[in-house]
């Protein structure tokens, strides 16, 4: 018990001595009369705490930054598309697939693909677009638009 105590409180000890630092390949750190900050390009920040004289900032590292959104159109619908980023195959999966229709979009505008939900679970192949961002609409037979989804095309 007395050598597990002994090393708890040099440990203790030790980090406290030793405190942590961030290595990263961008970002800095500026120093003023009042206040001081730190930061790297790519990690997010989740939460700061402080007690007053020590601060700590929690985050993680993003090594790849890819956007992707969906806009909801009409709050009725329901779909799932995905794998976002996609590879091979795009999947769009709807319980409400009966009259609905999709078109992809590359980031230019084109359409790369389109046609009709044919079943619950429609696969699309993917394997001959080219890497980037794409945007799949979704819309019924009247052409109105149910939802939108960027996505990013691996290579």
Do not use: C
């Not at 001959?128 to 095309?153: C, F, H, M």
């Amino acid at each position: 018990m007395k050598k597990t105590t002994t090393l708890v409180l040099v440990l203790m000890l030790y980090g406290g001595i030793h405190g942590q630092e961030v290595i990263s390949t961008q970002g800095d750190s500026h120093q003023g009369t009042d206040a001081s900050i730190d930061y790297t390009i790519g990690e997010p920040v989740i939460f700061t705490g402080t007690d007053g004289s020590n601060s700590l900032t929690q985050g993680f590292h993003q090594t790849k930054w890819e956007y992707v959104s969906i806009d909801i159109h009409n709050v009725e619908f329901s779909a799932s598309v995905y794998p976002n980023p996609v590879n091979n195959k795009l999947i769009i999966e709807s319980e409400n697939f009966e009259g609905k229709n999709y078109s992809i979009y590359d980031a230019t505008g084109k359409i790369v693909t389109q046609g009709k939900l044919e079943y619950k679970k429609t696969e699309i192949p993917a394997n001959e677009w080219a890497p980037g961002s794409y945007s799949v609409v979704l819309s019924d037979n009247e052409q109105l638009k149910l939802r939108t989804i960027k996505l990013i095309k691996n290579q």
